[in-house]
Structure formats: C-alpha cells, structure tokens
C-alpha cells in the first residue's frame, strides 16, 4: 500500500504533456471567416475608388453651401484648436454653425492637419471607414443569420450599392455617420448572442457609438432611447434595467458635452444642432407642391418666408444666422400647428 502510495505520488509529480497543438481542421472556419472579411473589404474599396474616380469633378457641386460651412468651420478648429468650440468670440460662435454638428468639422480639421486641406485625403478617409461599415454589416448577419451565405450575400450588396460608394466620396458626413451606429448595432447583437457573458459594457459601448455618430450627423439622436427599450423586448429579466441604463449613460456620456458647450457659447438649451423645424417644414413643403399651405419646400423660400413675415431683410441671407433658435423654435411650430 505504501509503494502503492508513492508511486501514485511520484505519478503526481511528472510533468504533464502539453497540450496538443490544435489541429488544422480547427483553424479553418477562422481562416474562412477572415477571408470574407478581407472579401467584402476589398471589394467595398475597389467599387469607392472607382465611384471616386468616376465622380472626382462632380463632388465639388454636390451642396456646394454646406460642404463650404463644414470647411469655414474646419479652418476655424484648425487655427483656434479645440478650445475655439467653447469660445464665445470664435467664429465658431456665429449661430450659423448650428445647423450641424462640430463632429465633421473636427475631423476634417486633424485631416488637414495631417496632409493640408486636401479633399482627396478627406475622401480617402471616408472611403476606408465605409468600406469598413460593410464588414460590420457582415459581421452583424454572420451572428444574427443561420447560413454564411446569407451574410455573405448582406456585407456584398453595401459592398456593391452604387448609392453607398456615390456618399462616401462627397465631402459630407453622411456616410461616417452610419459607421458608428452599425458598431453598436453590434455591440447589441453581441450581446444577444452571448447571454451568458458579462455584457453591460457592451451595452455602454453602443450607447457611446450611437452618441459619437451624433456629433457626425444629428439623425441618431433618439437612437439610444430605442436600444435602451429594445433591451426589455430582447433580453430576460433581472439584468434588464442595469443594462437599459447602461446605454443611456453611453450616449450621455458623449453627448452631454456638446449641449453644454451649446449652452455656454449660445445662452440657450440647444440639445446637439438646429434643423428640426427646417426639416419639419420642407418635408411638409414637399407633399404640397400646390402651395396650398403656404409652407415653403426649399431652404431659400424658408428664408424669404421669414424675411418678409418678420420685415427683416437680413433674414434672407441665412437659414440660421440672426436669431437663429428664435427662428427655428417658429419653424417648430409652424410645423405642428400646419399638421394639427
């Protein structure tokens, strides 16, 4: 029995094979997945730079206006650094910026300061970031479909899409827009597939995603609310509200900054940017092409409209310059009360 005992003891101490290698047959699905990563990337990037070379004279003329505002705003972070956001006596405090987040304005100011002011860099960026948007649709089908060639087939078609490659060249933020609300369709989708991990920080992460794309474009805006009570529809209870909340605090925590800031430079509570009521009264506009309810369709009539409603001529000149919240507040209700 003693024998019996060391040796079971000295079998103890033996060193202990490694483990073995994993096999090739293991490692395939990775490698197959990664190579339609790498698939639907190159391919979304061989159709932009075509679409780029296609439309290099056209992007110039395409709302000529606002991608000048993004460029005047650009150059004004360039030179006053970022503290020209929360200065009063910046040019970036003419209520004429308003009209759109600072998010682009930002990121074409470190472009320029990386290559000049350059649109071809600025379009080289966008391209790369949306072709990017299409593996993420890829990996958003890969967890939510059955069969990969359904994702496949998903991550192709944004790959392909004529429209997707004309956006992502024009010197507009519309298409890094979408990049950040897909990363935290993402983040929740994980999420759902993975239950039985911690997940409240990828519920955070998708809140935050969902607030970054808000400094882009201003869209997003009630996109945080959805996933937050899209979390008591698709997940049980118990961890329910702590990760609702979750996505609430994400989005906050990125768009809280940029209605301080609104608030401080401009004296009024400005949650992200105007355009609501601007919006609000040219959708009207469009589905009365009679004039019937005397709502104008375009941003020139929406300024002579104010120009002569108020006798003030200097309104024509700006659809967010003098009295710029007053205005769109009006624009608000106008709008409200034409649908009532």
């Known amino acids: 029995m003693r024998l019996e005992t060391y040796e079971g003891q000295a079998s103890s101490l033996k060193p202990q094979a490694s483990s073995p290698e994993p096999q090739l047959s293991s490692l395939k699905p990775q490698?197959?997945?990664?190579?339609?990563?790498?698939?639907?990337?190159?391919?979304?990037?061989?159709?932009?730079?075509?679409?780029?070379?296609?439309?290099?004279?056209?992007?110039?003329?395409?709302q000529a206006g606002v991608t000048a505002d993004y460029k005047h705003a650009a150059r004004a972070l360039a030179a006053g650094g970022p503290a020209a956001l929360f200065s009063r006596t910046s040019p970036l405090a003419d209520p004429?910026?308003?009209?759109?987040?600072?998010?682009?304005?930002?990121?074409?100011?470190?472009?320029?300061?990386?290559?000049?002011?350059?649109?071809?860099?600025?379009?080289?960026?966008?391209?790369?970031a949306d072709s990017f948007a299409a593996v993420v649709v890829l990996l958003i089908a890969s967890a939510l479909a059955a069969r990969r060639g359904a994702a496949l087939a998903a991550g192709?078609?944004?790959?392909?899409?004529?429209?997707?490659?004309?956006?992502?060249?024009?010197?507009?933020p519309d298409t890094l827009a979408a990049l950040p609300v897909l990363l935290a369709v993402w983040c929740v989708v994980l999420?759902?597939?993975?239950?039985?991990?911690?997940?409240?920080?990828?519920?955070?992460?998708?809140?935050?995603?969902?607030?970054?794309?808000?400094w882009l474009r201003a869209n997003a805006m009630l996109l945080a609310p959805f996933l937050a009570a899209s979390v008591f529809v698709l997940f049980e209870r118990g961890r329910r509200v702590r990760d609702a909340l979750a996505v609430v605090a994400g989005a906050l925590l990125l768009v809280a900054p940029l209605t301080i800031r609104n608030a401080?430079?401009?004296?009024?509570?400005?949650?992200?940017?105007l355009g609501a009521g601007q919006t609000l009264l040219e959708g009207i506009g469009d589905y009365d092409p009679e004039g019937r309810l005397g709502v104008p369709s375009t941003d020139t009539g929406i300024q002579r409209m104010?120009?002569?409603?108020?006798?003030?001529?200097?309104y024509a000149a700006t659809?967010?310059?003098?009295?710029?919240?007053?205005?769109?507040?009006?624009?608000?209700?106008?709008?409200?009360?034409?649908?009532?």
């Open 264 to 273: 401080y430079v401009f004296g009024h509570f400005v949650p992200i940017s």
């Open 191 to 214: 999420a759902l597939s993975r239950k039985e991990r911690p997940r409240v920080w990828k519920f955070f992460a998708a809140g935050a995603l969902v607030g970054l794309s808000v």
């Open 156 to 172: 192709l078609l944004v790959a392909l899409s004529p429209q997707f490659a004309y956006n992502a060249v024009q010197i507009l």
């Open 319 to 340: 659809l967010f310059g003098p009295d710029a919240i007053q205005r769109e507040r009006a624009r608000l209700r106008l709008g409200w009360s034409v649908i009532r």
């Open 96 to 128: 004429n910026t308003l009209g759109h987040p600072p998010g682009y304005p930002a990121l074409l100011a470190l472009v320029y300061a990386a290559s000049g002011e350059s649109d071809p860099a600025t379009q080289l960026v966008q391209i790369v």
């Open 306 to 314: 104010e120009a002569e409603q108020y006798a003030r001529p200097d």
């Open 31 to 62: 490698a197959s997945s990664l190579f339609l990563l790498l698939l639907v990337f190159c391919v979304a990037l061989g159709v932009r730079v075509l679409a780029w070379q296609d439309t290099r004279f056209e992007t110039e003329r395409t």
